[in-house]
């Protein structure tokens, strides 16, 4: 090799190395962390890695019971629905009536708002289709206070 090759060799490295310069600055500070990660924190990295792992592992237990906790509700609901469908239906037969698939919807969205509140639910469904309320002893008692 001459020195004329030689020299327009290392012009040509100069020239990459100004165009791309990030990526070799980012090569060496990369090499340079590796070196100080490596050789004092390897105890603390591997502990926080593992620290990361039981932390994932209690979150996926807690969202799987809270999805439990969902499916829970929803069937509670759904058999809420169909137990209060059939006693509309009782009632509907006693008076020579059919009930209609809109009402049942409208059960449906009576059930879901008042799911946690049966005495509401059964007054909604009271007010909706025209039904008598009829109190027992200890519900008469409480007429003062809740308004049925």
Do not use: C
């Not at 994932?56 to 509700?73: Q, R």
């Not at 059939?86 to 008042?114: A, G, S």
């Amino acid at each position: 090799m001459t020195w004329l090759a030689v020299k327009t060799f290392f012009k040509k490295v100069y020239a990459t190395v100004i165009k791309y310069w990030q990526y070799f600055a980012l090569a060496a500070y990369t090499a340079v962390m590796f070196v100080v990660l490596r050789k004092s924190n390897t105890e603390s990295v591997k502990q926080a890695f593992k620290m990361s792992k039981e932390s994932h592992k209690e979150e996926l237990k807690v969202i799987n019971l809270a999805h439990k906790e969902e499916i829970t509700k929803r069937d509670k609901i759904v058999v809420d629905y169909a137990h209060t469908v059939m006693k509309l239906d009782d009632e509907y037969k006693k008076q020579n009536l059919k009930l209609h698939e809109w009402e049942k919807k409208k059960v449906k969205k009576i059930v879901k708002e008042t799911h946690n509140d049966p005495k509401g639910r059964a007054k909604k469904i009271a007010e909706e289709f025209g039904f008598e309320l009829v109190l027992t002893d200890d519900e008469k008692d409480l007429r003062d206070v809740v308004d049925f």
